[in-house]
């Protein structure tokens, strides 16, 4: 299938993060950029992340989202509130959405309220609030979940109401810490279809998820990152960072459904995984 790059979306550079004198990500460098396919009007970036537990794929992924300030190193992502192409802006706390493996949720609050509630700052008027909450309830298949408590969701549901209350503050940019832990088969599937839907709503958004499944990051990315410990001069390090990173669209895999190639890829990706 033929695409094509456009703008910067994602840039980080040299990326570090250390508690104390601890280093737990170190050099860590990605762009990404806009992607366009033919045959397609909205199709967002998909980037999964895999690693071994331990190796600062969470940390990378708070430093992303502003929640921890990296030691050194930038994040810019695109200011889409500058028409100016190319243009971009440092991150900060709230500019990217973060759902994490909890779907954290008002306790005391109906979808319908929550969802209000994270439209607070924007310059809707109620009756548009109202309208775009209707429409993302409809999209999403939660309308007749709109008035229930969070205790009364199913996972997959709590997961969908997170993912929809991050995208009222954040827009176009979301990450996922393990959104297919603890899931069951049919929940699997509706987070799926959730990742249909935040790609289809706009050519710009981007979802960012890490996952122990290789299966399903084969499956759902268009660039697969492994995070693990590299080896320098014959020393395996203790801190993280990118040691390998398979672009599916140039190896002709991604849109594609799961066969004898990702079956491949996934074992290459398993042993890249094990050594680091």
Known sequence: MKYEFKETLLYVENLSVAYDDNIIIKDINITEK????????????????LGRSGRGKSTFFKALTGLVSPS???????DFENPTPNTAKTIHEG????????????????????????????NLSSSD???KINQYLNEWGLMNCADKYPNELSGGQRQRTAIIEQLFSSDQFI???????????????EVKKAFELLGNSSEFNTVIFSTHDIDLALELAQVIYVIGYPTVNGVQQSYGTIVAKYDLREMGLAWKEYGEDHLKLSKEIIHQMMIS
């Open 95 to 122: 500019d990217i959405g973060f759902v994490d493996q909890k779907y954290t949720l008002f306790r005391h609050k109906t979808v319908r309220e929550a969802l209000k509630f994270s439209l607070r700052k924007t």
């Open 175 to 189: 990450v996922l810490d393990e959104p297919f832990s603890g899931l069951d088969v049919g929940n699997i599937e």
């Open 34 to 49: 806009d992607v366009v396919r033919e045959e397609s009007d909205c199709t967002g970036q998909v980037l999964a992340f």
């Open 72 to 78: 050194s190193g930038k994040i810019l992502i695109k």
């Open 129 to 131: 609030k109202e309208k």
